[in-house]
């Protein structure tokens, strides 16, 4: 139902649901213990991911994980931009970058990035007009209360979906304002961000309510605290309940789904989509 237009005249179908594998080139990558820093790890774990059913390698140089610190702009610049060049002259894949940074959206862009990621919904200083310069590339908005240090200082509401539902349509007024086409954008309620246990779980039973903006719904839950709180599991453990996530995303109708497990997450979709369409021979 929604195709993402992408830039050199390339389409991203979202008939069906999209693994989005995460690159985290920071130090200190809170599931993937920063392994990847340096660029030639970054580039073969790049090519593991498309192998194993990535169709979108999401690279992102700012931890944004709970009590995260700032990162200034050249630090930022310079973990992302060589990835991203280094990924484009190997593959013409689709690149996301996760930033919040205009200077970082418009250099990945000019760099061979696809699709602007950002956790802040392009509410940092010049990031609606960096955005509005490049009208062929999708925007994910994703919501977050308050900022990264202290998001996950006792979050509260006092209504969960409409506070969530009303960041949504601020944002989408304030690109439309930019002279942002709609049609560029995709929703994410931002699991993890500024939410509680139970937050979280009402969010993904009520993902679905999300479809009445009529735009694409990506959702990051992989092995975020939800799970491990839930579960009492470590990181490393919570492969198996990120699967049981994204199953339910799908199942809700998610487009896009980030995720740090995508060989076992494409053939738990893979099995998701077999019941629905069949069995293709
Ligand atoms: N669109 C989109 N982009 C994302 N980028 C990230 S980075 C993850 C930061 C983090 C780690 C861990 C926890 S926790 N305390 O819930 O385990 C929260 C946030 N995530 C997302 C997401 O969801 N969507």
Redesign the pocket.
């Known amino acids: 139902m929604y195709e993402l237009r992408l830039p050199k005249g390339r389409t991203l179908s979202l008939d069906k649901p999209q693994v989005m594998g ?1 690159l985290n080139v920071t130090p200190d990558s ?2 993937d213990g920063g392994h990847f820093t340096h660029l030639d790890s970054a580039i073969e774990q790049a090519n593991l991911m498309l192998s194993q059913g990535a169709t979108i390698l ?1 690279i ?1 140089g700012e ?4 009590g995260a610190p700032d990162v200034q702009l050249e630090e930022e610049l310079q973990r992302v931009i060589p990835v991203i060049q280094a990924i484009r002259t190997h593959s013409n894949c689709v690149i996301s970058v ?1 930033t919040s940074k205009a200077e970082v959206m418009k250099q990945a862009i000019e760099a061979g990035a696809d699709i602007i ?1 950002d ?1 802040r919904a392009l509410q940092e200083p010049g990031a609606l007009e960096v955005a509005a310069q490049y009208g062929d590339v999708p925007i ?1 908005l ?1 919501h977050m209360q308050g900022q ?1 240090r202290s998001m ?1 200082n006792n979050p509260h509401y006092d209504d969960l979906f409409s506070d969530i539902s009303q960041f949504f349509e601020a944002r989408i007024s304030a690109c439309k304002q930019a002279g942002i086409d709609i049609n560029r954008l995709i929703l ?1 309620p ?4 500024g ?1 509680s246990l139970e937050h ?1 779980f009402q969010i993904l039973g009520w993902l679905d309510k999300f479809h009445a903006f009529n735009l694409p719904i ?4 992989s ?4 799970f ?1 709180q839930l579960l009492t599991r470590e990181t490393h453990e919570r492969v198996a309940a990120s699967l049981a996530g994204a199953l339910i995303c799908v199942q809700k109708g998610a487009h896009i789904i ?1 995720v740090h497990d995508v060989k076992e997450t494409s053939d738990a979709l893979n099995v998701w989509l077999a019941s629905v369409n069949g069995v293709t021979q």
């Open positions: 995460i809170f599931s999401d992102g931890s944004t994980r709970p996760d990621n956790v994910c994703m990264p996950q994410d931002g699991f993890g961000f939410k979280n990506l959702t990051g839950l092995r975020k605290s939800m491990g980030r």
